[in-house]
């Protein structure tokens, strides 16, 4: 909260046009390239406010509301309220409809890890009438996707996502929580039902046959077989990815043709170490 942290550079606006800043923390001010402040914003809501040259505030949240990735928080163009808009329209004016408020959190009452016997998960917020969706295919839980009515049954490793959506406000962020069975691990097949095959092509004929199977020169080893689930479960620190299948694994993927490129996809990510169970 310090009048001319970051002060705009000489630019004119006409009536009806807008000037876009990034709060990226780069401290950018030529008027003749994208504008950058030098601080950042959190994205929980923190002091925010525009001076006049005189140091009078001309607008001000104290804080600004939490805010969410693919959405944006501002004045309708009217000026008489403020909300969030599913729909970011930077450079323009804002939708005439906001919504108000947004969904709280999904909570898992079993936290990821790793499991050797089902167990049943809920999933709640605290949000009143909200709906939960959930998926375990590893896509983005949708208002098209399972309801969750009742606590849910984990049997083997799963990738459970969940997010919580109410007409009128911003649906909740997507909350993944994966549970792992280190003997499906160790037995897991090069193919897997409902996996891609191949994993993009070799050249113009051939594929690159996809391989998701630990080896059982090493599985079966009287020697180190034995060792792969303490060492999975109790020493080795684990790194989840979780994503759509296509976008990760198949011929069109960071898997296959994308693998070689800079092509990024949108994943969860998840760590945890068994032998710091606090990380």
Same mark, same amino acid.
């Given at each position: 909260?310090?009048a001319?942290?970051w002060v705009?550079?000489?630019?004119t606006l006409?009536?009806g046009?807008?000037?876009v &800043?990034h /709060? %990226? ?7 003749a390239q #994208?504008l950058h402040?030098n601080f950042?914003?959190?994205g !929980?809501?923190?002091?925010?406010a525009?001076y006049?040259p005189a140091? &009078?505030? /001309? %607008?001000?949240?104290q804080?600004?509301a939490?805010?969410? #990735? ?5 004045t309708i163009?009217? !000026?008489a309220?403020?909300g969030y808009?599913?729909?970011?329209t930077?450079?323009v004016?804002?939708h005439l409809?906001a919504l108000?408020?947004y969904?709280?959190?999904t909570?898992?009452d079993?936290e990821r890890?790793?499991?050797t016997?089902a167990f ?13 969706r959930?998926?375990?295919?590893g ?9 969750y009515?009742a606590p ?8 459970l996502?969940?997010?919580?959506f109410k007409?009128?406000l911003v649906?909740?962020n997507?909350d993944?929580?994966t549970?792992i069975?280190?003997?499906?691990w160790?037995t897991?097949?090069?193919?897997p039902?409902g996996?891609?095959q191949?994993?993009g092509?070799?050249d113009?004929?051939l594929k ?8 059982p020169s090493?599985?079966n080893n009287?020697?180190?077989?034995p060792?792969?689930?303490?060492a999975?479960?109790?020493t080795l620190?684990?790194?989840c990815?979780t994503?759509?299948m ?8 960071i898997?296959g043709?994308l693998r070689?490129t800079?092509a ?14 606090a990380?």
């Open positions: 909260d310090i001319g942290k705009f550079p000489q630019v006409n009536t046009e807008f000037l &800043v /709060a %990226s923390g780069l401290d950018r001010r030529d008027p #994208p402040t950042t914003l959190s !929980g809501g923190e002091f925010l525009l006049s140091t &009078v505030p /001309a %607008s001000v949240w804080p600004y939490q805010q969410f #990735p693919g959405v944006s928080f501002g163009f009217s !000026g309220s403020q808009f599913l729909e970011p930077p450079g004016d804002n409809e108000t408020d969904v709280r959190d909570h898992f079993v890890g790793f499991f016997t049943p998960v809920t999933i709640t917020t605290s949000t009143p009438g909200a709906e939960i959930y998926t375990t295919d896509s983005e839980p949708s208002e098209s996707s399972p309801l009515t849910l049954t984990v049997s083997t490793t799963t990738a996502r969940a997010r919580a007409s009128g649906p909740s997507i993944t929580q549970y069975f280190a003997a499906s160790k897991q097949p090069d193919f039902a996996f891609p191949s994993w092509q070799f113009s004929t690159v046959l996809a391989d998701y199977g630990m080896n090493v599985t009287a020697t180190y077989g060792l792969i689930i303490p999975m479960t109790q620190p684990v790194v990815l994503g759509r296509e976008d990760i694994f198949g011929d069109d993927s898997h043709n070689d800079d990024e996809v949108p994943v969860a990510i998840e760590y945890f170490n068994p032998l710091v169970p990380d």
